[in-house]
C-alpha cells in the first residue's frame, strides 16, 4: 500500500520542468479526483495555462474548489499561483503564445467600466420599476399629510440610507419646513428624541441589516407616544412595527451595494407632497 505523503511547500519561482516531475512523482498518491486533474495538466499543459478555473473544472468534471485543493496538495497558496508556472512556460515559448498569455493577462486587470455601469443602471432601473409596481399611494397620501401637519420632523438614516436621509433633510429645509437630522455622531439623538413635541413627527430609514441605533431612537419615540413615519423593506422590520405608516421598499439583499434610486425617489415625493404651498 502506498502512503500518502505530506504536501511540500512548493520553492519560489519553480520551473515547469520541476514542476511537471513532482506531478509525476505524486501521482501515485493523489485521489482519483486530484489525479484526473495531474493528468490534465501533464497532456494539456497550454490549456492549463490559458483557460479560467471554471472552464477547467467544467471540462475536467470536478468543482473548482477541487482544482484549489490541488494547489495546495502541491504546496502552492491557490490555484492561480500553480497555474502562473504554466502561463511562465508559454510566455518563454513561442511569440504567439507568449502574446496570447500577456493579452489575456492585460485583458483580466483591466475593469470593464462599461459592464460594470450596464449593471448598475439595470439595478438602479429595476429598484425604480418595482417602486412604481408596489407604491403604497394611500400609506404615502399619509406620510405626506402626517408630516405637513407635524411642528417639527426628525429625520434618522445611517449607512446606507444616510444619503436618502440627508436629501429630505435638504429638501424640507430648501422648502423651509422645520427639520432636523438626528445627530447620532454627537450622542445626541437620544436626548433629541426625548425633547420631541406632540405634534413632532420621527421620520425614520432603513433597511436590512439595520442600524441598531436607528432602531433605538425608533423604540424611544414609540415609547414616548410621539408619531412615526419610516421607510423600510418589510412589514416584519423594526421599525415598520412601532412607525404609524410604514412604506416599504424590497430590498435585494443579494446585492453587494444595494441602489437607493427607489428611496430618493420617494423621498423626492414626500418632500415635493409636504412642501407644496
Same mark, same amino acid.
Request: glycine share 6%.
Given at each position: ?55 477547467? +473544472? $467544467? ?6 474548489? =477541487? /482544482?484549489?485543493?490541488?494547489? &495546495?496538495?502541491? %504546496?502552492? *497558496? ?28 492585460? +485583458? $483580466? ?6 459592464? =460594470? /455601469?450596464?449593471?448598475?443602471? &439595470?439595478?438602479? %432601473?429595476? *429598484? ?46 430648501? %422648502? ?48 414616548? %407616544? ?52
Amino acid at each position: 500500500m502506498i502512503k500518502k505523503s505530506e504536501p511540500q511547500p512548493s520553492q519560489s519561482g519553480e520551473t515547469f520542468d520541476a514542476l511537471r516531475q513532482r506531478i509525476r512523482d505524486r501521482f501515485p498518491t493523489l485521489s482519483p479526483h486530484l489525479q484526473r486533474i495531474a493528468r490534465a495538466s501533464l497532456e494539456e499543459a497550454n490549456a492549463f495555462a490559458l483557460n479560467t478555473t471554471p472552464v477547467i +473544472a $467544467a471540462e475536467l468534471g470536478i468543482q473548482p474548489s =477541487t /482544482l484549489i485543493r490541488f494547489a &495546495k496538495e502541491l %504546496g502552492y *497558496a491557490g490555484f492561480s499561483d500553480l497555474q502562473r508556472v504554466f502561463r511562465q512556460r508559454l510566455i518563454e515559448g513561442q511569440v504567439n503564445v507568449r502574446n496570447e498569455v500577456l493579452a489575456r493577462d492585460e +485583458a $483580466a486587470a483591466r475593469p470593464d467600466t462599461r459592464a =460594470t /455601469l450596464d449593471a448598475c443602471l &439595470k439595478a438602479h %432601473g429595476e *429598484a425604480i420599476e418595482r417602486l412604481a409596481r408596489e407604491c403604497d399611494t394611500e400609506a404615502l397620501n399619509r406620510a405626506i399629510q402626517m408630516m405637513q401637519q407635524a411642528g417639527h420632523v426628525y429625520v434618522a438614516g445611517l449607512r446606507r440610507s444616510r444619503p436618502i436621509a440627508e436629501y429630505f433633510h435638504y429638501g424640507m429645509i430648501r %422648502g423651509e419646513r422645520a427639520c432636523s437630522s438626528l445627530d447620532f455622531a454627537g450622542g445626541m439623538a437620544g436626548p433629541q428624541i426625548a425633547t420631541m413635541k406632540a405634534d413632532d413627527v420621527l421620520f425614520a430609514i432603513a433597511f436590512p441589516p439595520y442600524s441598531q441605533p436607528v432602531v433605538d431612537v425608533v423604540l424611544d419615540a414609540h415609547v414616548s %407616544g410621539r408619531r412615526i413615519v419610516a421607510i423600510t423593506d418589510s412589514a416584519e422590520s423594526p421599525l415598520a412595527t412601532y412607525a404609524e405608516v410604514a412604506l416599504l421598499l424590497g430590498a435585494d439583499t443579494a446585492a453587494q451595494l444595494q441602489p437607493i434610486s427607489a428611496a430618493i425617489a420617494l423621498v423626492q415625493t414626500l418632500v415635493m407632497g409636504i412642501t407644496r404651498p
